[in-house]
């Protein structure tokens, strides 16, 4: 999914057809209308079948917003990529990115940015900014500058750097234009405004007797430029032309002996790119240029570079680039850097960019998951979980309790079998079978299978095709019964947080509904995300560990999905005794509140806890009271210090 308002201009689609020519399935929304080089232009489709327009509210390039309907249903269809072709203070960023919090998409996304002055917005435009790099996987820029102030900023993910992409089709040299003679040809191409620096252009024409110079575009500066030409006295060598595109474009330029781009650098603008520096050396024009912006990086050996605002510097520049060894030099430089900057490119670029982003698809595809089983206690139900797999899988049982009778189970049904030496909890446990893996070589996808869970072999190849329909899903779930009462057991759970655990206070917690983790009881992880995310955090002896891992993978962009499969579960065969599994799942909840929002997180998360348990040790009765009060009493004192003792 890109969206881009520029790409109403049909020649700057060239990027999106070469990704679909690429293979990429793309949707670009783009402005239904917009306002490029001073003229209004509507997004004609053509046979761009991949394109479609929003209405725009606002017109100025970075503080716009568009028609959220249709962001929304593109959000919706769950795209593997956002690619945000905008910059990160933009407002329609914002839009986009909030659209795609309240859809709880976590598609991860890419940005844009030329932005090469190092500014500090007002607010609330500097918290979009922030939010934007705090969740952006890249931002690619088309100028060193821009990268470096992003990453100044506080961006983590990476800044590739990928030039604005130029159309060479029509930009071909004359072969035959021979070294400049006496009276050399300039040329300008772009807008005539003071920043542009045309005014130091034609003071340096001045200083060039017979020299010409041949300006092409249009805008405010267009009547004070005339009147300074009449006052220089290079009215009658300067040719004011006006606007040109397409092919009358590539006949000026192969007019000229040399372009200048004497642009000037203000408080708040430099060049961001230079589009007409490649497009006139892709016709074989070398290139002046002001010292200034992203000029430098474009033009690099293939042209001359002065000082900006400098016009006896612009005169030296354009003399020694007409001399004959320098301009035969130039010419062939520039025609090879040129080459750079093809839509082609481009979409190699970008192409390299979204495959970093999102992971390969099909390394663990192809083969069968292995499956993890955490062993304690009564063999039994591990017998019933690795009878309903028939030995069909690759199958590890690491065993907490070490216990022979497990090991007999394991043997029984071709099982491998791992004796820790210890209780480890689960978590360590998962560990100790994911590092016994790696040393056999590539980690394939793993199922995590409780041994009082059941399902069957068709069961898990369905989670496993849902797992690789998208390169973004980190983990799939299950859907389950209760085996006793035939009922759905709920496995989508939201991520716990001290807002919601208010939430949960004061009786909303049915609306507390989001789809933020699947239970771990069977669970099916993708192995390049066990790679990007890492083991599972063995600071969580029971309880919250998948829900950690699962948290840490949608930080970090990944997707978690579940299959609607035939699986049953039946809980609480840990231990048998449920003040203990009480007490251990508390303690794994204030670990995951400490270690993801901190100690005052978990203070307002605690307070939440202790007082909506009091309230219902109030009015409640039998029981559900009593229940309540030892909630409220554990809380207090702190679930993770009463639950020490239950640990080895």
């Known amino acids: 999914m890109r969206i881009a308002h520029h790409a109403v201009v049909d020649a700057w689609r060239e990027r999106e057809r070469q990704l679909v020519a690429r293979g990429h399935r793309l949707r670009l929304l783009t402005a239904r209308r ?22 725009t509210l606002g017109s100025h390039p970075n503080g716009f917003l568009m028609d959220p309907r249709p962001i929304w249903r593109l959000i919706k269809r769950r795209p593997d990529l956002i690619d945000l072709h905008e910059e990160p203070f933009a407002l329609v960023t914002a839009e986009v990115l909030l659209l795609r919090a309240l859809r709880r998409n976590r598609s991860p996304y890419v940005l844009y940015s030329a932005q090469n002055i190092d500014k500090r917005y007002p607010i609330p435009i500097r918290w979009f900014e922030r939010w934007a790099l705090r969740g952006a996987s890249a931002v690619y820029v088309c100028n060193r500058e821009a990268g470096q102030i992003l990453r100044r900023k506080g961006l983590r993910g990476e800044t590739p750097l990928i030039p604005l992409g130029v159309d060479l089709s029509s930009l071909e040299p004359d072969d035959a ?25 034609l003071r340096a024409i001045a200083e060039l007797p017979g020299w010409r110079l041949e300006i092409t575009g249009d805008g405010r500066d267009l009547g004070r430029l005339q009147r300074l030409a009449d006052e220089l006295g290079v009215s009658d060598r300067v040719d004011f032309a006006g606007f040109a595109s397409g092919s009358a474009l590539a006949d000026r330029y192969r007019r000229m002996d040399v372009l200048c781009v004497p642009s000037v650098p203000t408080p708040s603008w430099k060049e961001q790119f230079g589009r007409v ?12 240029a002001s010292r200034s912006g992203a000029l430098p990086d474009v033009v690099d050996d293939a042209g001359l570079l002065a000082e900006p605002g400098d016009a006896s510097d612009i005169a030296r520049a354009l003399v020694e680039a007409v001399s004959t060894e320098t301009w035969t030099r130039l010419r062939e430089r520039g025609l090879r850097r040129a080459t750079r900057f093809t839509w082609e490119e481009v979409s190699r670029a970008h192409d390299d960019m979204y495959r970093r982003v999102v992971l390969p698809n099909d390394r663990a595809a192809s083969r069968d ?26 199958t590890l049982v690491v065993d ?30 998962v560990n100790v079978a994911l590092a016994a893996l790696r040393a056999k070589g590539d980690l394939p996808d793993v199922l995590l299978l409780n041994p009082d869970a059941r399902i069957t072999m068709s069961g898990i190849q369905r989670m496993q095709a849902r797992l690789h329909e998208s390169p973004s899903t980190a983990a799939v779930g299950a859907t389950q019964t209760d085996p006793e009462r035939g009922a759905r057991a709920r496995v989508w759970w939201p991520f716990p947080h001290p807002l919601r655990a208010w939430v949960e206070a004061v009786g909303l ?17 993708r192995a390049e995300a066990l790679g990007a995310i890492g083991d599972f955090d063995e600071r969580f002896f029971l309880y919250a560990e998948e829900v950690d891992w699962q948290k840490r993978a949608v930080d970090q962009g990944w997707r978690i999905e579940v299959a609607d499969v035939n699986a049953t579960h039946v809980g609480g065969a840990t231990s048998s005794d449920s003040d203990v599994r009480d007490r251990l799942f508390h303690a794994s909840a204030e670990t995951y509140v400490r270690k993801h929002f901190g100690s005052s997180g978990w203070q307002v998360y605690r307070a939440a806890i202790v007082i909506g348990s009091a309230v219902r040790a109030l009015v409640l009765k039998g029981e559900r009271r009593a ?17 020490r003792g239950l640990r080895p």
């Open 177 to 201: 234009r021979a070294v400049p003679g006496g009276s050399p040809v300039v040329g300008y191409v772009g807008r005539l405004e003071a920043h542009k620096g045309v005014d130091h252009l």
């Open 509 to 525: 917690g049915a609306l507390n509904r989001a789809h933020g983790f699947a239970i771990g009881s069977v669970l099916l992880l």
């Open 34 to 55: 917009w306002n490029e080089g001073g003229r209004d232009i509507e997004l004609v489709a053509g046979c761009d079948g991949f394109v479609s327009a929003a209405p």
């Open 277 to 288: 520096a490649v497009e006139a050396m892709a016709c074989g024009v070398p290139v002046v």
């Open 369 to 394: 998951p292995v499956v993890v089983v955490v062993a304690y206690g009564d063999p039994g139900d591990l017998d019933g979980a690795l009878a309903r797999l028939d030995g069909a899988l690759t």
């Open 400 to 429: 907490n309790s070490s216990s022979p009778q497990t090991a007999a189970v394991a043997a029984r049904h071709g099982a491998d079998y791992i004796d820790p030496g210890a209780n480890l909890g689960f978590g360590a446990g």
């Open 627 to 643: 229940q309540a009060a030892r909630r409220r009493d554990l809380y207090r004192a702190g679930p993770e210090r009463c639950a």
